[in-house]
C-alpha cells in the first residue's frame, strides 16, 4: 500500500532553515505529482506546494520565495527546503500524494518557529 513518511521537522529560530524529507513506496512515485501541505493547531490544514513529475513547482503566495520543493525519482523521496522561516511557518507539515481521487497522507513532521 502507498506509504509516505515525513522527517526533519524541529524546532528553530525565526529567520534560521530546515530541510524536509518525506520517503514514497508503494507506487509509482517517478509519475506523480507530489505536494507538501501544512495544518497549525486551530487551522485548516492548507497547501503549501507542488512539484510535478516533471519537476515543475507551485507555492502558496505566504511561503513563495522561502521554500523550494524538490525530488528524487530515483530514492523515492520528496523535498521541503524552507528558508527564513517565521513563527507562523509553525505547523505539522504532511506529505501527499493523490492517486485515482483518493489522497494519501504521511504521519506528518512537527516545524516549530519560536520568536
Known amino acids: 500500500q502507498v506509504q509516505l513518511v515525513e522527517s526533519g521537522g524541529g524546532l528553530v529560530q525565526a529567520g534560521g532553515s530546515l530541510r524536509l524529507s518525506c520517503a514514497a513506496s508503494g507506487f509509482t512515485f517517478s509519475t506523480r505529482t507530489m505536494a507538501w501541505y501544512r495544518q497549525a493547531p486551530g487551522n485548516q490544514r492548507e497547501l503549501v506546494g507542488r512539484?510535478?513529475?516533471?519537476?515543475?513547482?507551485n507555492y502558496a503566495d505566504s511561503v513563495k520565495g522561502r521554500f523550494t520543493i524538490s525530488r528524487d525519482n530515483a530514492l523515492s523521496m520528496l523535498y521541503l527546503n524552507m528558508n527564513s522561516l517565521k513563527p507562523e511557518d509553525t505547523a505539522v507539515y504532511y506529505c501527499?500524494?493523490?492517486?485515482?481521487?483518493?489522497?494519501?497522507w504521511g504521519q506528518g513532521t512537527q516545524v516549530t518557529v519560536s520568536s
Open positions: 512539484i510535478t513529475s516533471g519537476g515543475i513547482t
Open positions: 501527499n500524494v493523490r492517486i485515482f481521487g483518493d489522497n494519501s
